[in-house]
Structure formats: structure tokens, C-alpha cells
């Protein structure tokens, strides 16, 4: 594919993976059927192997976040009507806090709303109080190219085909998953022991709990002799949790830290699959 045609995330998405799509090709299984992932976020695994075309049978897509499902579906079969709305929007402060504070009702108009803020907002974070409502501050970055129209379409052509969304926890995909079907887990992550180790993506925090439910999760993909290819924290805890259930993977990323003057920091996350490389 050329840099031309390349389709990106459309989104900014807290923990998101783009950084993992020059490698994920070693760690595919040779063949697979359907495609899943339930910790969809910025989908940048899924839209780089669906773009690739390494994804033939159907992809179901999901995540607890229904704001965000809802974004997807509308691009999925509203693109046209999207972009119009969004053009219309000013990235102001003054705008921001019109849009962040409105409460539209249509479907469309939501994703709307949902993608504007997630532009314009301080470092595209997904955050609400306690009423649900979104509370991060406007970001004041100012970019010519804001909501990337060309690449919005190009995402909506890839979700036409055989892309389903669903909106829930995790756990509740297990029925769906088939014999050669590929899982691909991203987690919020946490580990045990270390509470500023959570990481608040939504109204719901994923504690350690979820982490043992997941790897239940994986037990019964394992038993259903579909393929699961997990990231998660390079930490002990983790590494206790999942390593019995297949391979363990170390890979290192860059990230930067620090406001002013940051630097590049390493850091290692680990990678779990049962697929036979
Ligand atoms: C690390 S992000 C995924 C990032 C994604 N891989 C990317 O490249 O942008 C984790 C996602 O899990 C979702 N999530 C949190 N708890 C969940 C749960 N119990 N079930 C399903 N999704 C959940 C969050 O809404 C968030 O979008």
C-alpha cells in the first residue's frame, strides 16, 4: 500500500497501538477465520490488518465504551452527513464549551459531537464525572488538516465490509468466538499491587479483577481452539497471571514523558498468544 492510499485511526485514543502495526504480521497466526477485538478504542490494529487485507472472513469489533461504538457505526454507514456537520464546527475555546456542554439527540449527531471533542480537546482524552458527562478541558492545538475528511472515508469504505460493532464488556463475546478465530486483546492496563497503576479510560476502572477475568477469558479461547494475541504491562503481577496460558513476548516501544524538553523513554510491554510462531 502506498503512504497515498494508507488509512490511519481516525481517532486519538489513550494506549492506542499504532505503534505495534510494523510488527504484528510476526505474531498472526498462518490462517484465520473471523476477527475479533473487544478493547476496540482507536482500532489501529484492526484497521491496520483490515486495510492490509490480511482479514478475510468477518470482523466483530467492540468496546465498553458506547459513545465511541456509536462514533464507528455512524462513519460505518453516515460519512457524508458526518463530515458535513463537522465542517461547520470552529476549533475555538468558545466553541468547545458550546459543543462539549450540548447534549444532542439524533445518533449522528452524537458521533459528531463525540469526534469534535476528541480533536479539540486536551490530548484527545475520554473522560466524564460522575453524571457521565464529558469533563476534559479544550486542547488549544491548532491543525490545518483537523478532522482528516479524506482519511474519515477511507475508513468508512474499510468498515463496510462484513464489520460488525457491539457495545459491552468483553466477556460477553466468548459465544461468538469459533474454532481459528484471531482475538486481538489490548486491555486498559493495570497491575496488582500498584493502585496509580489504573488507568481511568471511562466511568468504570479496570481493576484486577477484570485482568483475572480476562485471563479466565483467555482459558476459554484456548479451549476453543481459536487464537488470542494479548498486549499488556511488562510487569510481574501480569506476567503471573498469563504466562501459563501460551508464549510470552517482550516488545519495546518509545514514549515520551514529561511536558517541556521531554524525552524518549523505552518502555517494555509484554505480548501473550497461544499461536505457534
Ligand atoms: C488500551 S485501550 C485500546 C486501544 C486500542 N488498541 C488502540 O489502538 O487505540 C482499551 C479500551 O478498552 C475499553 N474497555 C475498558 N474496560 C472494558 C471492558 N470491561 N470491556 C470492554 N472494553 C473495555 C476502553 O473503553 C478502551 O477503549
Known amino acids: 500500500m502506498t503512504e497515498k492510499n494508507k488509512v490511519k485511526p481516525f481517532l486519538r485514543w489513550a494506549g492506542g497501538k499504532r505503534w505495534l502495526t510494523k510488527n504484528i504480521k510476526e505474531y498472526l497466526p498462518k490462517e ?3 476477527y475479533h477485538e473487544p478493547f476496540l478504542g482507536g482500532a489501529s490494529i484492526f484497521i491496520y490488518l483490515k486495510s492490509n487485507n490480511l482479514i478475510n472472513g468477518k470482523s466483530y469489533l467492540s468496546d465498553f465504551n458506547n459513545e465511541l461504538i456509536n462514533a464507528y457505526k455512524q462513519i460505518q454507514s453516515n460519512p457524508k452527513i458526518i463530515i458535513n456537520e463537522l465542517e461547520k464546527l470552529k476549533n475555538t475555546k468558545e ?3 458550546k459543543i462539549r456542554s450540548s447534549n444532542p439527540k439524533t445518533a ?3 458521533a459528531v459531537r463525540f469526534i ?3 480533536k479539540t480537546s486536551f490530548n484527545g482524552i475520554y473522560r466524564v464525572n460522575l453524571k457521565g458527562k464529558y ?3 479544550y486542547g488549544y492545538k491548532k491543525t490545518k488538516n483537523l478532522f482528516e475528511f479524506e482519511n474519515i472515508m477511507k475508513i468508512s469504505t474499510l468498515l463496510k465490509d462484513d464489520v460488525e460493532f457491539h457495545s459491552k464488556d468483553f466477556y460477553s463475546i466468548i459465544d461468538n468466538i469459533k474454532t481459528n478465530d484471531l482475538v486481538f486483546l489490548d486491555p486498559p492496563y ?3 499491587h500498584e493502585n496509580n497503576g489504573f488507568v481511568k479510560y471511562n466511568q468504570k476502572i479496570f481493576l484486577w479483577e477484570d485482568q483475572k477475568r480476562l485471563a479466565n477469558f483467555l482459558q476459554e479461547i484456548n479451549n476453543k481452539k481459536a487464537y488470542y494475541i494479548l498486549t499488556n504491562a511488562a510487569h510481574e503481577s ?4 498469563f504466562s501459563n496460558l501460551g508464549k510470552k513476548y517482550k516488545v519495546q516501544r518509545s514514549s515520551s514523558v514529561g ?5 524518549r523513554k523505552k518502555v517494555n510491554e509484554f505480548i501473550f498468544t497461544n499461536i505457534q510462531l
Do not use: Q, R
Open 95 to 97: 466553541d468547545y464549551y
Open 32 to 34: 484465520f477465520n473471523n
Open 259 to 263: 511536558g517541556k524538553g521531554a524525552s
Open 108 to 110: 449522528t449527531l452524537k
Open 135 to 137: 469533563n476534559v478541558p
Open 238 to 241: 501480569v506476567d503471573e497471571l
Open 116 to 118: 469534535y471533542l476528541n
Open 190 to 192: 493495570t497491575v496488582a
